[in-house]
């Protein structure tokens, strides 16, 4: 497939964990720049995390800053987005996205991202 496909949402408590995955599949060798968003339902689209796949340099929303952490695995085809300490406002439709180069005073802004997938829901109850 030509875009990400995310997988691992679904409902959890509030304090609770969760690690979301996002397969690159046949983009793998096209993008070196790769981030989760998220989207809740009324609001705008938010950059969470990022990661550069060739240092592992990553970058971190200030509100999941310490709560979440985004890797990859050795074979470089999967990132994932472990999820800990989930607070109700974390419920949203998160997205795994990816693009080949990217300004990384920008690595947040999901216009510069080319490749997506179509979401997993995530919703954390109180």
């Known amino acids: 497939q030509l875009r990400p496909v995310e997988s691992g949402g679904g409902s959890v408590q509030a304090e609770g964990s969760m690690r979301l995955s996002c397969a690159l599949n046949?983009?793998?060798?096209?993008?070196?720049?790769v981030a989760w968003f998220r989207q809740a339902a009324g609001k705008e689209r938010e950059g969470v995390a990022s990661?550069?796949?060739?240092?592992?340099?990553?970058l971190y929303a200030d509100s999941v800053k310490g709560r979440f952490v985004i890797s990859q695995d050795n074979a470089k085809t999967m990132v994932y987005l472990q999820m800990n300490n989930l607070k109700p406002e974390d419920s949203a439709m998160y997205y795994c996205?990816?693009?080949?180069?990217?300004?990384?005073?920008?690595?947040?802004?999901?216009?510069?991202?080319?490749?997506w997938g179509q979401g997993t829901q995530v919703t954390v109850s109180s």
């Open positions: 990661i550069y796949r060739g240092s592992y340099k990553t």
């Open positions: 996205a990816a693009t080949p180069w990217i300004d990384p005073r920008r690595r947040l802004d999901s216009h510069e991202y080319e490749y």
């Open positions: 046949k983009i793998v060798y096209k993008t070196d720049w």
